[in-house]
């Protein structure tokens, strides 16, 4: 199981990717578009979307789709100032869009929320 975890200004949400809805995108995505950075924008904001809407339901198909192309666009990049191993975290520290950072999900220590 792979895994994408959105931080937006302190709500955090995980989107976990079953392996077979991974190998499912990794059949069928094209292999030119798997590192565009339009793509990857488009991605973050399903996911973006979702954290915002406070769904009281679990990831769709949708989101599990765009975390598909995150994680295969980080762990697959050829420059090594794009590539991650591993599980992604997104961080969007003030929650408005403006600064994103994506990180290892082993490079970043998220407080606890109580």
Known sequence: MR?????????????????DRFDEFSKH????ARHSEDDLGKARRKLEAFVQSNAETGAGPEEILAA?????????HADDNLYIKGDVVIVDL?????TIEYASVNDIQLAPSH
Do not use: H, M, Q
């Not at 895994?3 to 392996?19: E, R, S």
């Not at 995505?29 to 030119?32: C, G, L, T, V």
């Open 94 to 98: 003030n929650g408005d869009g403006e």
């Open 3 to 19: 895994k994408v975890i959105y931080f937006l200004g302190g709500t955090v949400a995980d989107f976990d990717i079953p392996d």
């Open 29 to 32: 995505s094209k292999r030119d």
């Open 68 to 76: 598909c192309f995150i994680w295969n666009f980080f762990n697959t």
